[in-house]
């Protein structure tokens, strides 16, 4: 069984985040799957099941559980399906409650996927565990089926965020994305929009490196004040991702980024 792991949401290796890809023609028992992931020890492992050409089942698993969506794992299946297809120029990927998601090669060696949005709802009480695992002033706290999502007040407070990850584990599974929008006017960070971090520790990582299912609420939630048809979004991990993000009708958002391959194996089960 041929296994993959690619640097998503980066044009060059030991940047993005790195996913592990494996190809199926039929699913795995769920048990196996779980292990395989726990053994390569990534943010995520994808699992695509083949119905055509074109058309693909996707799982994620983290170390510790199967999680319900992930844009980078999506992204990093989808380069190794094109790079393996160099005659195919789109997929759907079916995911199990949240339907399909379109993926098309783009310009410049990016990958354009389609996703449907998940508009934050803001939060009148803020969780007293919530303050207190973080260090940096909170300007307001938005949630979505999946995280909190805290507004700063500037790209430095975010940069500096030192997180009390053990705190962020009593929040019930729930992860913390910290954002703002990006005042820095000088050097490589100022071509950015948004910037914002992810912290995971329920998820068996602490901090996530770069993270395409938060931008489907991050990107909702910033455009107004943007008042942009194309964001650039930068996630600040130790390894960094840089997203490129548009708004569509019909409560659907593109998200685009770039893959590098770092190797590729065989599993032997």
Same mark, same amino acid.
């Given at each position: 069984?041929?296994?993959?792991?690619?640097?998503?949401?980066?044009?060059?290796?030991?940047?993005?985040?790195?996913?592990?890809?494996?190809?199926?023609?039929?699913?795995?028992?769920?048990?196996?799957?779980?292990?395989?992931?726990?053994?390569?020890?990534?943010?995520?492992?994808?699992?695509?099941?083949?119905?055509?050409?074109?058309?693909?089942?996707?799982?994620?698993?983290?170390?510790?559980?199967?999680?319900?969506?992930?844009?980078?794992?999506?992204?990093?299946?989808?380069?190794?399906?094109?790079?393996?297809?160099?005659?195919?120029?789109?997929?759907?990927?079916?995911?199990?409650?949240?339907?399909?998601?379109?993926?098309?090669?783009?310009?410049?060696?990016?990958?354009?996927?389609?996703?449907?949005? *998940?508009?934050?709802? =803001?939060?009148?009480?803020?969780?007293?565990? #919530?303050? &207190?695992?973080?260090?940096?002033? %909170? !300007?307001?706290?938005?949630?979505?089926?999946?995280?909190?999502?805290?507004?700063?007040?500037?790209?430095?407070?975010?940069?500096?965020?030192?997180?009390?990850?053990?705190?962020?584990?009593?929040?019930?599974?729930?992860?913390?994305?910290?954002?703002?929008?990006?005042?820095?006017?000088?050097?490589?960070?100022?071509?950015?929009?948004?910037?914002?971090?992810?912290?995971?520790?329920?998820?068996?990582?602490?901090?996530?490196?770069?993270?395409?299912?938060?931008?489907?609420?991050?990107?909702?939630?910033?455009?107004?004040?943007?008042?942009?048809?194309?964001?650039?979004?930068? *996630?600040?991990?130790? =390894?960094?991702?840089?997203?490129?993000?548009? #708004?569509? &009708?019909?409560?659907?958002?593109? %998200? !685009?980024?770039?893959?590098?391959?770092?190797?590729?194996?065989?599993?032997?089960?």
């Amino acid at each position: 069984m041929k296994i993959y792991q690619v640097d998503a949401f980066s044009d060059q290796l030991f940047k993005g985040n790195p996913a592990a890809v494996v190809l199926l023609e039929e699913w795995l028992d769920e048990c196996v799957m779980q292990n395989i992931a726990l053994e390569n020890n990534l943010s995520e492992t994808s699992f695509a099941r083949k119905i055509d050409d074109q058309n693909y089942e996707i799982k994620w698993f983290s170390p510790v559980q199967e999680v319900q969506f992930c844009g980078y794992g999506t992204l990093a299946t989808s380069f190794i399906i094109f790079k393996n297809q160099p005659e195919i120029e789109s997929l759907v990927f079916h995911v199990a409650n949240l339907g399909e998601f379109f993926i098309t090669r783009g310009a410049n060696g990016r990958i354009k996927m389609n996703f449907p949005v *998940q508009i934050p709802s =803001r939060m009148e009480q803020i969780p007293q565990a #919530l303050k &207190e695992s973080l260090s940096q002033d %909170i !300007a307001e706290v938005y949630i979505n089926p999946q995280a909190y999502i805290v507004i700063y007040q500037n790209t430095e407070a975010v940069l500096n965020e030192c997180p009390n990850f053990d705190l962020i584990k009593t929040l019930g599974g729930r992860r913390v994305a910290i954002t703002a929008l990006n005042d820095a006017t000088e050097g490589k960070m100022s071509r950015f929009d948004i910037v914002s971090r992810y912290f995971t520790p329920s998820m068996g990582i602490d901090e996530d490196p770069v993270t395409g299912s938060l931008h489907t609420s991050l990107i909702p939630l910033w455009q107004p004040l943007l008042k942009k048809e194309n964001i650039v979004a930068y *996630q600040a991990s130790k =390894r960094g991702g840089v997203l490129y993000c548009k #708004l569509l &009708e019909n409560d659907r958002i593109e %998200i !685009a980024g770039e893959c590098c391959l770092y190797l590729q194996g065989e599993i032997f089960i």
